[in-house]
C-alpha cells in the first residue's frame, strides 16, 4: 500500500493540520502535531474473561506510547466468546469475528492516517483479526496479548473451560454425578484471562512471539499478573522505537518467520485453528503459504511440551518452564528455526535468545529435553483422500488407535449429532460425519466442542472417529479431522456420504476417505442437489457470499475482482 502520509510528514519536518480543531478536542497542544499518532486497537469488553482484562493493558501502554513521544489514540474493536457461544448458532459468528476484527482495525487505523497501531486482544479470533489487519496495512506494529487464564482447581486436579464441556460428556454416561459436574463448572474459570491449555488462544499468541510481532515472554504471561501490565507498557515504547526506524511488519511477517510460528505451534502442541489463521495471516502479508507446507514442518519438528488439551500442563505452567523463548532456543540449536529473522524489537531471533539455555532446566518436565520428546514428529497433519481433495486438518499425537474404518453416521447439523451421543446412540467403532457447518455451508464454520468432548465425556475417544467440514476447539482432541475441503455447501464429498458407509481415517497414512468406488461417487454427485443458503440478509449471509475454502485461509477477499 502507499506510504502512509502521516510518517512521511513527520520524517520530512512538515507540519500536517488535518482538522486541528478536532484533534485539539481530545487532548492535543500545540507541540504534539508532529509527534507520532498511535492507535491501541483495545479488544476490551466484559463479555468474556479473555478480553476483560484488556482494559487496564491499554491504560498502560497509552503510557508506555506517550512516554516515548507518541500520541496515543485509543479505539475498540469486538469479540465474542467462543466458550459462552459453543455449541449454539451463535457459535456461526465466531470465525466471522476474525474478518470484521481485521477490517474494522484496519478501518481505523487507514481512516484516521495512523503512524502505528499496538493491537491487544485476547480471545481466539481478535487475536488473528489484529495480524490480518497489521499485515494489511504494513504501518508499524506491536501486538500484546490479554493473557492466559490461571487454572480452576477442584479435587486436586488443575481445571480450564474444557473440563466443563468434558464433564457433560461424564456425566450423561454416569461417570460423575450432579455435584461434581456443578463443582466442575463453578471452578473452571476463576478470572479473567484466555483459556489456560494450549488452546487456540495461546497457541496463537505463542505463535506471534515466535513470528517477532510481540515481545519474548509475552505470550504465557498471566492475565492478571504485575509481569502482564509491564510488558504492555515496554510494548508501547518498543512500538514508538519502531515508528521511528519505520520498521514494518512485512519486513517482520515473511516465510521464514511464519515457518518459524508454524515450528513453535508444532513444538507445543498447538490448536488446529492455527492452520486456518496462518494462511490467511500469510495472504494478507502477502506470503505464498499452503496446507502442505503444515505438512512438511510437522514431518521435522517434535511435539516438546506436555500441555493441555491431551497433555498435563496449562500456559502458566510453561511460563514458569521458560516459556516460549526455552522451546526457540531448542529449535533454533537444532536447524529447526530461522534465526536471522528480524523482530518488532529490530533484533534478530538469535540475537534475543542468545542467553537462553540451549536445553531446559532439569526441575521441570514441562519441557522435554530435544532428545525425549512427547513425540517424534509434530501433531497437527494434512489428511487427503477422496473426501478431502483440497485437504483437512487432524490432531495426530495423543491417539491410541491410528487409523479406524468403520461405518458412517451422517449428521446435518452440530446440534444433531450432540443429542445422538448424549442418548448413547454412538457405538465403538463409528465415524462420525458433521456436514454444512462449513465456511459457506454453517455459515462461519463452527467448532464441534460439544460434541467431541461429549465423545471424550463417554469413554469413546479412543474407539470412534469423527470428521466435520466445521472447525475444533483448541480443547479438541481424540481422532477427529476438521476443515474437510471442499465443504459439504459446495458439493464436497462430505456431502455425498450417506449412512452406513465405510470410512477410513489413517493418521499414519494422512488419508481421509470413503470406501465406495468412484463410480459411485460420480452417481450420487449427479444427483446431489445445493441446499438454499440458511442465510439471505445481514452479516452471516454476506461472509456466506464471499468467504474462501478453508484450505486457503477461509479469507474474505480472494479473487473480488
Known amino acids: 500500500m502507499p506510504e502512509n502520509l502521516r510518517s512521511q510528514a513527520v520524517t520530512q519536518g512538515v507540519q500536517r493540520t488535518p482538522n486541528r480543531a478536532m484533534l485539539r478536542a481530545v487532548g492535543f497542544k500545540d507541540e504534539d502535531f508532529t509527534k507520532p499518532i498511535v492507535g491501541i486497537a ?90 490480518i489487519a497489521i499485515a494489511r496495512m504494513n504501518i508499524p506494529a506491536i501486538f500484546v496479548y490479554g493473557g492466559t487464564i490461571k487454572p480452576g482447581h477442584y479435587n486436586g486436579q488443575d481445571l480450564t473451560v474444557v473440563s466443563a464441556f468434558e464433564a457433560v460428556g461424564q456425566y450423561s454416561a454416569g461417570k460423575i454425578d450432579d455435584k461434581t459436574l456443578i463443582e466442575v463448572e463453578r471452578h473452571s474459570c476463576p478470572g479473567a484471562g484466555s483459556c489456560g491449555g494450549m488452546y487456540t488462544a495461546n497457541t496463537m499468541s505463542s505463535a506471534f512471539e515466535a513470528m517477532g510481532m510481540s515481545l519474548m515472554y509475552s505470550s504465557t504471561m498471566a492475565a492478571e499478573d504485575t509481569e502482564k501490565a509491564e510488558s504492555a507498557e515496554k510494548s508501547g515504547y518498543v512500538l514508538l ?53 503444515f505438512e512438511t514442518i510437522r514431518a521435522r519438528v517434535p511435539v516438546l511440551c506436555d500441555l493441555k488439551p491431551s497433555g498435563r500442563y496449562v500456559a502458566t505452567d510453561l511460563h514458569q518452564a521458560g516459556g516460549i523463548p526455552q522451546v526457540m532456543k531448542m529449535l533454533l540449536v537444532n536447524g529447526l528455526l530461522h534465526g536471522d529473522c528480524i523482530t518488532i524489537t529490530g533484533e534478530t531471533i538469535a540475537e534475543l535468545l542468545a542467553d537462553i539455555p540451549s536445553e531446559p532446566r ?39 488407535n491410528r487409523s479406524i474404518t468403520g461405518p458412517a453416521r451422517v449428521f446435518e447439523s452440530e446440534e444433531d449429532c450432540l443429542v445422538a451421543i448424549l442418548a448413547k446412540q454412538i457405538n465403538p467403532g ?12 454453517g455459515p462461519g464454520m463452527r467448532e464441534m466442542l460439544a460434541p467431541t468432548s ?108
Open 430 to 441: 463409528d465415524v462420525i460425519v458433521i456436514r454444512y457447518e462449513g465456511p459457506k455451508g
Open 454 to 561: 461429549a465423545i471424550i465425556g463417554a469413554g469413546l475417544g479412543d474407539s470412534v472417529g469423527l470428521i466435520t467440514d466445521g472447525r475444533f476447539s483448541g480443547g479438541t482432541y481424540g481422532m477427529v479431522v476438521g476443515h474437510v475441503a471442499p465443504e459439504a455447501f459446495v458439493g464436497g464429498a462430505i456431502a455425498l456420504v450417506q449412512e452406513g458407509d465405510s470410512i477410513t481415517i489413517d493418521a499414519d497414512a494422512r488419508l481421509l476417505q470413503v470406501n465406495i468406488s468412484d463410480e459411485e461417487l460420480a452417481q450420487r454427485r449427479a444427483q446431489w442437489q445445493p441446499p438454499q443458503p440458511r442465510y439471505t440478509k445481514g452479516i452471516l449471509a454476506k461472509y456466506a457470499k464471499l468467504v474462501s475454502s478453508s484450505s486457503v485461509g477461509a479469507v474474505t477477499d480472494l479473487n473480488l475482482f
Open 362 to 400: 532439569p526441575d521441570q518436565d514441562v519441557i522435554r529435553p530435544f532428545n525425549k520428546p512427547m513425540y517424534p514428529q509434530g501433531h497437527l497433519g494434512i489428511l487427503r483422500g477422496n473426501l478431502a481433495t483440497e485437504g483437512s486438518v487432524a490432531k495426530l499425537t495423543g491417539i491410541k
Open 241 to 293: 522505537e519502531a515508528i521511528k526506524k519505520q520498521l514494518l511488519p512485512r519486513q517482520i511477517i515473511t516465510r521464514k518467520s511464519i515457518e518459524n510460528a508454524i515450528a513453535v505451534i508444532m513444538a507445543v502442541g498447538g490448536s488446529t485453528n492455527a492452520v486456518l489463521h496462518f494462511l490467511a495471516i500469510a495472504h494478507a502479508a502477502g506470503v505464498e503459504l499452503t496446507l502442505d507446507d
Open 42 to 131: 483495545s479488544g476490551y469488553s466484559t463479555i468474556t474473561p479473555c478480553n476483560m482484562g484488556i482494559n487496564r493493558l491499554a491504560s498502560v501502554a497509552e503510557v508506555g506510547v506517550r512516554t516515548s513521544g507518541g500520541m496515543p489514540q485509543l479505539f475498540g474493536t469486538i469479540t465474542v466468546s467462543d466458550g459462552i457461544s459453543m455449541g449454539t448458532e451463535g457459535m456461526k459468528y465466531s470465525l466471522v469475528s476474525r474478518e470484521v476484527i481485521a477490517d474494522s482495525i484496519e478501518t481505523a487505523c487507514n481512516a484516521q492516517s495512523m503512524d502505528g497501531v499496538l493491537a491487544i486482544g485476547g480471545c481466539d479470533k481478535n487475536m488473528p483479526g489484529a495480524m
